[in-house]
């Protein structure tokens, strides 16, 4: 239990300096001191300490003094501290809590007191600093869950704009498939976005309905191919739309202003704990499409998928989701652009 727990006596007294090390060592606690306050700082900055017990009086700068720093710094302002002094007025004691000080031990030090104070608040600071961890996930969650249902707008209204271009030309049989089609993904598409994960399986069939469409609503400018070098995609876990996003920018802003017959590639594969996808499109590239767009502003689509990376980095690990984006070239000449994303594989 206390194994992974160390304490910071900040003391001068050598007779508790020595009495503290034998009682919480005995149990487990690893144990530091130091005997100035003038170095407490640089000792918190070098080593993590789940509690801080401290003499009030210290020499050079009171323990007072230290307490009022120690709670007005961020980085150590949840860090608990408990109290050790000679002194038991009212005063002393309000001063001592009203400074953020956790708990108050009066000396001399009673053995089973020390040992039932400190596991008192530890406990209490690592079920806060649990509960504030589980709200900060829960709204993580909350947020992403929002901004993966939120398939680009102007997909839907254009997809419902090709199906009045086919109704106004009575391609009846092109409307009932293209209906069809649209009905599944948008029912995917909810479906998939009260997830936190689905399998690799069902995102890789989402996006081939969805690439599906948009072939279909560009009038076949584009071909496209989806290449899974993966064993048992189904058994895989991923967070949902987090390849479309970069699906529908390479079709919207590369291949469907190119001249030339555009080709999309969609290739997924695995390595030891990442999941790859790279996307690959032979459109106008990046600089010329900026060029002659007709606005400069940043889609919400990709806002919303860089928002999406930093907070599921800020959830599984610093930079473990990762998109790198590269401009090809031909002869000198933009050549299209592609994307590749990185992910873990052992989500759950």
Not at 47 to 59: A, G, M, S, T, V
Not at 72 to 95: H, M, N
Request: net charge negative; with cysteine; aromatic share 8%.
């Amino acid at each position: 239990m206390y194994k992974d727990t160390s304490i910071l006596v900040v003391d001068d007294n050598r007779q508790v300096l020595e009495l503290v090390n034998h009682v919480l060592a005995q149990v487990g606690y690893h144990i530091s001191f130091i005997p100035k306050g003038q170095f407490l700082f640089r000792r918190l900055s070098s080593q993590k300490f789940d509690l801080i017990l401290l003499d009030i009086n210290l020499p050079g700068i009171s323990g007072f003094e230290l307490l009022k720093q120690i709670k007005s710094d961020p980085t150590y302002k949840a860090l608990p501290v408990i109290i050790i002094s000679a002194e038991e007025e009212d005063e002393t004691l309000a001063k001592c809590f009203d400074l953020g000080a956790s708990d108050y031990i009066k000396k001399p030090i009673h053995h089973e007191i020390l040992k039932a104070r400190v596991q008192s608040v530890i406990s209490a600071s690592r079920f806060h600093q649990n509960e504030i961890h589980q709200q900060k996930q829960e709204a993580l969650r909350a947020r992403m869950k929002m901004l993966s249902s939120q398939m680009n707008p102007h997909f839907i209204f254009n997809s419902l704009s090709s199906i009045q271009e086919f109704v106004l030309a009575n391609e009846t049989e092109k409307v009932l498939n293209y209906l069809s089609e649209f009905a599944g993904l948008m029912r995917q598409n909810l479906e998939n976005s009260m997830l936190p994960h689905i399998t690799l399986s069902k995102e890789l069939r989402f996006l081939d309905t969805y690439l599906k469409l948009e072939r279909t609503r560009f009038n076949n400018v584009f071909d496209y191919e989806v290449c899974v070098n993966i064993d048992t995609p189904e058994n895989i876990m991923i967070p949902p739309m987090l390849m479309q996003p970069y699906l529908e920018n390479a079709i919207i802003h590369g291949l469907r202003k190119s001249t030339r017959s555009g080709r999309l590639v969609l290739k997924v594969w695995e390595t030891e704990k990442s999941i790859y996808c790279s996307i690959k499109d032979n459109g106008i590239g990046r600089a010329l499409s900026s060029a002659i767009s007709e606005n400069h502003h940043h889609s919400i689509a990709m806002s919303n998928i860089e928002a999406r990376l930093e907070l599921l980095n800020m959830e599984f690990g610093v930079n473990v989701f990762s998109v790198a984006i590269e401009d090809l070239e031909e002869e000198n000449e933009p050549a299209g652009t592609q994307v590749t994303l990185c992910f873990p594989n052992d989500l759950h």
